[in-house]
């Protein structure tokens, strides 16, 4: 499974720093929706599902979390720790978040309003949905 992570420039100053996002300039897809999560209590982790169609970029803008990623085929864990950076996630992945550090926000850009139709919430069904997706190759 290949990593996808974008490194944003910082248009820093002696003021401090600044980071600008543009959907299909340095944001590959047209941003639709945007949600942070913050005082994310210690030791819990959150995620636990897959997406069917959606397109995200997660950035932790203060703070740390990893990420658990899951293809199906082989698992990840990416670290989230700068505000400039985004882990952008497509297709099929099964996703836990996780270790947030007790400042840690992360905000996720969504290419889709929020629909609980496009979840798999369920381990087993995401295994069957990547295995049809195989066999359709
Ligand atoms: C994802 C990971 C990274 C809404 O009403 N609108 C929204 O846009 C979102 C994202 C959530 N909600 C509601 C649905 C639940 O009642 O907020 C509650 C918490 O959502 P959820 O349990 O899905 O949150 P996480 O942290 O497990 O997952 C979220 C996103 O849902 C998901 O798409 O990829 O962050």
């Known amino acids: 499974m290949e990593i996808i992570k974008y490194t944003f420039d ?10 600008a996002l543009e959907e299909l300039k ?4 047209d941003v639709k929706r945007v949600y942070y999560m913050w005082d994310t209590v210690e030791g819990v982790r959150r995620g636990f599902h897959a997406h069917k169609e959606l397109k995200q970029i997660l ?4 703070g740390s979390c990893k990420i658990h990623l899951d293809d199906g085929r082989e698992t990840k864990e990416v670290l989230l720790n700068k505000a400039n950076e985004g882990l952008y996630i497509e297709g099929l992945i099964w996703r836990e978040m996780y270790d947030f550090s007790p400042d840690a926000v992360l905000m996720v850009l969504a290419s889709e309003y929020y629909d609980e139709s496009d979840y798999i919430r369920n381990y087993d069904e995401f295994r069957a949905a990547v295995n049809n997706t195989k066999g359709s190759c």
């Open 59 to 62: 950035i932790c803008v203060h």
């Open 10 to 19: 910082i248009h820093g100053d002696d003021r401090g720093q600044l980071v």
């Open 26 to 29: 340095n944001v590959p897809f």
